[in-house]
């Protein structure tokens, strides 16, 4: 499957994507380095399951379009880095309390992202 630019915006806990990516079905797979997914969502925790095409994949996180606070990154995102190294469920924010805010993940080529889930 060729790569796509896809760029679609949606309500809260619907991500929209921005630059190359493939879709892979049931995951989308960024086909370039600094590729972004962008999720407007009304929650207090956002968890991301996600996955490496290779050996590792990073994300930097956003919120609101700012660095996170400390204190408001996920266990997963020490930094406001995770890095995807096994399939798994990774933790991105974690925040006072629910709200409605915007979450980027900046993603290095060969991050799978398979969905949210919120808390």
């Known amino acids: 499957m060729s790569p796509q630019t896809v760029t679609d915006a949606g309500p809260n806990g619907s991500f929209f994507l921005q630059g190359k990516w493939f879709n892979g079905g049931e995951f989308v797979r960024a086909a370039q380095d600094g590729a972004r997914v962008e999720l407007p969502f009304f929650a207090r925790n956002v968890f991301i399951v996600a996955a490496p095409a290779g050996a590792k994949a990073t994300v930097s996180v956003l919120l609101d379009g700012k660095p996170v606070p400390k204190q408001y990154l996920g266990a997963d995102a020490p930094g406001g880095i995770i ?31 398979y969905t949210f889930t919120f808390g």
């Open 83 to 113: 890095t995807v190294n096994r399939d798994d469920l990774f933790q991105a924010l974690h925040l006072g309390g629910a709200g409605v805010h915007r979450l980027t993940l900046t993603v290095s080529k060969g991050f799978e992202l």
